[in-house]
T-cell receptor
C-alpha cells in the first residue's frame, strides 16, 4: 500500500527566505510523485510531478523538488519565498500501471509567509 | 483545452435533506473522474472514482453515492444528509491510458455545510 507523510502541518517563513516543505512516501513499487498547491477556497493546482528520468523536477512559480529514492523523499523547495506563496501544499503518490489509478495525498502543509 | 466545472460552489443544507453536486469536464473524451472530500486537518479523501459511464468504484462506506450518466458528467448524491457530511468536495479528472504519470486536474470545489 502506498502512503505519504508530510512533516509539519504548518510552516512559517519570512519573505525572501528559503521554503522547504517535506514529504516522505511509502510505496512497494516505483512511485510517481506530485506536489499540489491550494489557495483558500479553491481547488488544487499542480505545481510539479516526478514520473521517471531526472530526479530534480522544476515546477511553476519557482518551485522545485528532488526525488531521493534512498531517502524515500520528495521535498519541495523554493529559494526565496514570496507573499503570494502563502497557501496549503499537498504531496501525493501513485504508482505506474493500469489504465486507472488513484492518488494518495498527504494531510497537507500550510505555508505562511511573513513580511 | 480541457476545463472542469463544478457546482454549486456553496451549499447549506439541513440534516436529512438530499444532496446533488454536479461536475462536467470539457475538451476530453472518456476521462477518469473522481470525487474527493476535504475535511479540516484531514487532507483529501477519495470518495468515488469512475473509469467509464455507469462504472463507479466506492472507496469508503458512507452516506453518499455517485453516478456517471454521461461520459463527462459526474454527480455526487445523498438521499439524507448527516452533519458529518459537511466539508469541501472536489471533483477531478485525469486522462485515460496506461500512463499513470498523468496528472489529476481538480475543479474549484463545493462547500457543503449541513446544519
Amino acid at each position: 500500500a502506498q502512503s505519504v507523510t508530510q512533516l509539519g502541518s504548518h510552516v512559517s517563513v519570512s519573505e525572501g527566505a528559503l521554503v522547504l516543505l517535506r514529504c516522505n512516501y511509502s510505496s512497494s513499487v516505483p512511485p510517481y510523485l506530485f506536489w499540489y498547491v491550494q489557495y483558500p477556497n479553491q481547488g488544487l493546482q499542480l505545481l510539479l510531478k516526478y514520473t521517471t528520468g531526472a530526479t530534480l523536477v522544476k515546477g511553476i512559480n519557482g518551485f522545485e523538488a528532488e526525488f531521493k529514492k534512498s531517502e524515500t523523499s520528495f521535498h519541495l523547495t523554493k529559494p526565496s519565498a514570496h507573499m503570494s506563496d502563502a497557501a496549503e501544499y499537498f504531496c501525493a503518490v501513485t504508482y505506474g500501471g493500469g489504465s486507472n489509478y488513484k492518488l494518495t495525498f498527504g494531510k497537507g502543509t500550510l505555508l505562511t509567509v511573513n513580511p | 483545452s480541457q476545463t472542469i466545472h463544478q457546482w454549486p460552489a456553496t451549499l447549506v443544507q439541513p440534516v436529512g435533506s438530499p444532496l446533488s453536486l454536479e461536475c462536467t469536464v470539457e475538451g476530453t473524451s472518456n476521462p477518469n473522474l473522481y470525487w474527493y472530500r476535504q475535511a479540516a486537518g484531514r487532507g483529501l479523501q477519495l470518495l468515488f472514482y469512475s473509469v467509464g459511464i455507469g462504472q463507479i468504484s466506492s472507496e469508503v462506506p458512507q452516506n453518499l453515492s455517485a453516478s456517471r450518466p454521461q461520459d463527462r458528467q459526474f454527480i455526487l448524491s445523498s438521499k439524507k444528509l448527516l452533519l458529518s457530511d459537511s466539508g469541501f468536495y472536489l471533483c477531478a479528472w485525469s486522462p485515460t491510458g496506461r500512463a499513470a504519470g498523468n496528472t489529476i486536474y481538480f475543479g474549484e470545489g463545493s462547500w457543503l455545510t449541513v446544519v
